[in-house]
């Protein structure tokens, strides 16, 4: 019986996010060969049996989940060790190197950091890849996502408390009748370009208000779901939100190994800037139930502790 629970408590420490450092000393660490061997033959989906050889063979991707989970901590930590500007930097230039379905997250530096984290990663940026952030994203990326995020990260916005009502309103009225097209094409549009890459949030929040008089509608329902033009619209304008869609995601069982990766992402990146306060609350009011909780729940071992701790920060 003692050795059915050791084998589960195994199991159970390297399954999901993160890994149960404390079990696996205790358990494994204190076992016999003999354990270790029954451990092997029972485990169908991470040992395979030779048997010409006599011997249980680990499977490949076994390793590589093992790798990945015992490397969350790492790569959390190092992260959170790193100048917010220099780690801006390299996720823009991950984003660069992974493609489409990363430029997100270019977005997401560009539009949820103040004018000076922003300068300061493209300064950072120069430091680490002798270019700029601007020159290797107008060399990589082609077609309507260019000019968007090229006008994004090139963006040095005013953060003062003054708005012009009138700009707001002429504003709100040309995003009216761009987002009338596709939003591909809107995002080829140089007004559209102009208005969410140098205005400040403050007068984009009140854009949003006029929008949504004009329209009758709200304008962060007006763009496709996967459009990176919505991407921008959110961020600019409810960051909270679009932080916890991107936590709810990571933590879904189901999520692929990138999307996991998401989660230390937004708690080191946040955590920095106090803003997972506003951002935990959000996700709370969305999900029904707290990002603690979930991330206890959810996450293993030291990773867990190191990201409750940053989440801790904000309280």
């Known amino acids: 019986m003692a050795q059915t629970m050791d084998l589960e408590a195994i199991t159970e420490a390297i ?21 270790r061997r029954l451990f092997r033959k029972a485990s169908k989906s991470y040992f395979v049996e030779d048997e010409e050889r006599a011997f249980e ?95 994004l990260v090139s963006a040095y916005r005013y953060e ?9 309103k002429s504003d709100a009225k040309i995003l009216a009748e761009a987002l009338a097209s596709s939003g591909e094409e809107a995002m080829e549009k140089d007004e559209v370009i ?10 984009l929040q009140h854009l949003h208000k006029h929008f949504n008089q004009i329209k009758g509608s709200d304008l962060l329902g007006g763009v496709s779901e996967s459009s990176l ?3 921008a619209l959110l961020c600019l304008l409810k960051p909270s939100v679009y932080f916890s869609k991107v936590l709810n995601a990571s933590l879904n069982k189901d ?35 707290t990002l603690a909780q979930t991330i206890q729940e959810k996450i293993k071992g030291n990773y867990r502790d190191f990201l ?8």
Request: with cysteine; charged share 30%; hydrophobic share 35%.
């Open 57 to 151: 063979k680990c499977h490949d991707q076994f390793v590589k989940h093992l790798k990945l989970e015992f490397s969350r901590f790492n790569n959390a930590v190092v992260m959170w060790s790193m100048h917010p500007w220099e780690r801006d930097a390299r996720l823009v230039k991950k984003a660069l190197k992974k493609g489409d379905e990363s430029y997100n997250l270019i977005v997401e530096v560009s539009c949820t950091r103040s004018s000076e984290d922003l300068l300061g990663a493209r300064k950072a940026y120069h430091s680490l890849f002798d270019q700029s952030m601007e020159e290797d994203i107008a060399s990589h990326i082609h077609g309507s996502h260019r000019k968007l995020l090229v006008g």
């Open 308 to 315: 409750l701790t940053l989440l801790s920060k904000s309280n």
């Open 255 to 289: 999520a692929d190994k990138g999307t996991k990766k998401w989660l230390t992402r937004v708690l080191v990146t946040r955590a920095d800037h106090g803003e997972m306060k506003e951002i935990a609350e959000e996700y709370n009011q969305l999900y029904g139930e």
């Open 15 to 35: 399954s999901g996010m993160g890994v149960d450092e404390k079990a696996l000393i205790s358990t494994l660490g204190n076992s016999h060969k003999d354990h």
């Open 194 to 203: 102009r208005i969410l890459s140098t205005r400040s949030k403050l007068h």
């Open 160 to 168: 003062g408390t003054k708005v012009k009502e009138d700009s707001a």
């Open 229 to 231: 033009l919505n991407d």
